[in-house]
């Protein structure tokens, strides 16, 4: 029986639900981790349970800065410190559904090799921050969640909050609540599901997530076309993506690894089908050049890990902003933000730049057709930017009542303002 079988509503309608088994009860997933106990030396609220956590959720008497890895660089810089890493460990992992359900403090790559182990994987792809912030710690399946983390592959599979089919999270009340189910035809409330996902702690603090998964591919190809300007590359990525060939990555690099510009398209799935798509590929984007075609599986590993991970950053001066937006708007915004470095993904509507430090490049742009995230600056930037892009009224009256109902005394913070 699974470790769950005797809680079949963990999951249910948007409506508070008791909390959910202890990982110290013998029934239930062992949580372990030894980041939990680092958490507790440092003074870091640690809490073993789910009814722990909400215990301490009620009795808060001021802000909570609510961490899982503490990896991504969500966390508000005021409050107490809460740590969800105690609340570890696969609750229920069905390969032949295709669902996973974790704690929120489970390690992302344990979950990870716990899929590849049956040839699976989560479809979403989700980025390590790692190396691009200089955090440290361990990244978690809740701080995936709660900040909709989604990587390259987001073209095809769609994003994290498209796999996510259930929740349980304690709001600002103390109150545990579930939401959503463990199978797609589950989607009572599904909504919340997804309003939860990429809310960045601000609705509540998750403590289990439940996943869809996806069969990992038996090779992978990338098809490199060299020397395209930034708009000629969103043009030819356009162009692959709109093919029947089922592109899983579309990235341009103005400045490769040689310093020339590359644009990658990845192709997935079984050998000789991909190799055959890889040809057709090539021919219908002969006007853009040839296409040199990688077919060894870590190299092309390699090469979407360091897209993924924007490794071209690392260890580089300079603040980070990431924009999403219209593909066919990409070209132009970058050139008016005059960067020290770009990265174009998800076929051009995702751009990563690297600015001088202080730079208000939201002011430097003007009206973007998207948002203008801040993703790394110093303290003195952080304090004078906000981290989001600003909404639109209507849009903020919306989010401003959501949080009035979740999160009344407004401890939770949501991770940037």
């Given amino acids: 029986m699974p470790p769950d079988a005797r809680a079949p509503g963990r999951f249910a309608a948007g409506r508070p639900a008791s909390a959910g088994p202890d990982p110290g009860d013998p029934g239930s997933p062992a949580a372990t981790p030894p980041p939990a106990a680092a ?40 409050g107490r410190t809460l740590t969800t890493a105690a609340l570890a460990g696969v609750v229920l992992y ?23 182990a049956e040839g699976q994987r989560l479809p979403f792809e989700p980025m390590d921050h790692r190396g691009l912030l200089g955090t440290r710690g361990t990244p978690t399946m809740g701080g995936v969640a709660a900040a909709n983390v989604s990587g390259p592959r987001r073209i095809l599979a769609g994003a994290a909050r498209d796999a996510m089919l259930g929740v349980r ?66 043009a030819a990525m356009a162009a692959a993506l709109a093919s029947p060939w089922e592109v899983s990555g579309a990235a341009h690099l103005p400045a490769g690894r040689d310093g020339g510009a590359v644009t990658l398209l990845r192709l997935e799935g079984f050998a000789g089908a991909v190799a055959g798509r890889a040809g057709r590929l090539a021919a219908a984007l002969a006007g853009f050049g040839r296409a040199e075609v990688e077919s060894d599986p870590a190299r092309v ?9 924007v490794a071209a950053f690392h260890g580089r001066e300079g603040d980070v ?80 009542g959501l949080r009035a109902r979740f999160d009344p005394r407004a401890i939770l913070g949501g991770g940037g303002s």
């Fill in 169 to 234: 999270f304690v709001d600002g009340n103390g109150r545990v609540i579930a939401n959503g189910g463990r199978v797609m035809k589950n989607v009572t409330g599904y909504d919340l599901v997804r309003l939860v996902a990429g809310s960045r702690g601000g609705l509540g603090i998750l403590t289990e997530i439940a996943f869809k998964v996806l069969p990992a591919p038996e090779t992978q190809a990338v098809l490199r076309l060299a020397g395209l300007d930034d708009t000629r590359a969103v």
């Fill in 301 to 309: 590993a390699a090469t979407w890990a360091a897209v993924r991970d």
């Fill in 39 to 78: 958490a507790e030396a440092a003074g870091a609220l640690c809490p073993a349970s789910e009814v722990e956590l909400a215990e301490l959720v009620a009795a808060a008497a001021g802000p909570l800065r609510v961490i899982g890895g503490g990896t991504r660089g969500m966390a508000p810089a005021a």
């Fill in 321 to 400: 902003w990431r924009l999403s937006v219209r593909p066919s708007a990409a070209a132009a915004l970058v050139a008016r933000a005059e960067a020290a470095g770009t990265l174009y993904d998800w076929g051009g509507g995702l751009v990563w730049l690297l600015m001088p430090e202080g730079t208000d490049l939201r002011a430097r742009l003007g009206p973007v057709p998207g948002h203008a995230t801040l993703v790394r600056a110093a303290a003195a930037t952080r304090a004078r930017l906000a981290t989001l892009h600003p909404e639109p009224p209507a849009v903020a009256a919306l989010a401003a």
């Fill in 94 to 116: 069905e390969p032949a559904a295709l669902t996973l359900v974790v704690r929120a403090g489970t390690p992302v790559g344990e979950v990870e090799r716990r899929l590849a």
